[in-house]
């Protein structure tokens, strides 16, 4: 696997990333995904460039929208006895956006490139287990973050 970065002495250039920044792409994934979402561009750092080719594949794309999916439909099924320590779906604030949480599955399942920073977002509202999908006390929008993440997925790629 190649990747393209842009080097402020060389400009563009392509490199092949080393056993250990494949590891290191994988340890520092969270913060990875942060730094993208954040409009981090990916051809600013090797490991960025490593985790947004990760994200933006067609396979990793298709697993995100089954677990958004999964979650859609998790929150119209009876609450099912969940052990002490494990995060609650906050059912219904799942309930009250499901329509963005369908336009995010549409736009993930379809075909063509997408910006990295858009399947970053997501992927860091699913993980974050203090966040509005899972904890009550989350003074997060939902509906804002997952809008946000529609935008970012519209957004033009940029190079």
């Known amino acids: 696997m ?4 842009r080097d402020r002495a060389r400009g563009w250039v392509t490199l092949c990333p080393t056993p250990w920044e494949r590891v290191l792409c994988r340890f520092r994934g969270h913060r990875l995904d942060r730094a993208l979402a954040t409009g981090e561009p990916p051809e600013s750092d090797v490991l960025l460039s490593l985790r947004a080719d990760l994200d ?19 929150a119209t099924k009876p609450p099912r006895y969940v052990h002490r320590g494990t995060p609650t779906l906050q059912r219904h604030r799942i309930c009250k956006v499901r ?38 006390g989350s003074n997060s929008d939902l509906r804002q973050l997952l809008t946000t993440a529609l935008v970012s997925l ?4 940029t190079s």
Request: hydrophobic share 45%; net charge neutral; charged share 20%.
């Open 2 to 5: 190649l990747v393209v970065i």
């Open 154 to 157: 519209d957004a033009p790629l």
């Open 99 to 136: 329509h963005e949480m369908d336009l995010l599955i549409g736009r993930l399942e379809r075909p063509g490139p997408l910006p990295a920073a858009g399947i970053a977002q997501i992927r860091l509202l699913l993980s974050d287990g203090g966040g509005p999908l899972y904890y009550e």
């Open 56 to 74: 933006v594949a067609m396979s990793r794309r298709l697993q995100t929208a089954a677990t958004l999916r999964r979650l859609v439909q998790d």
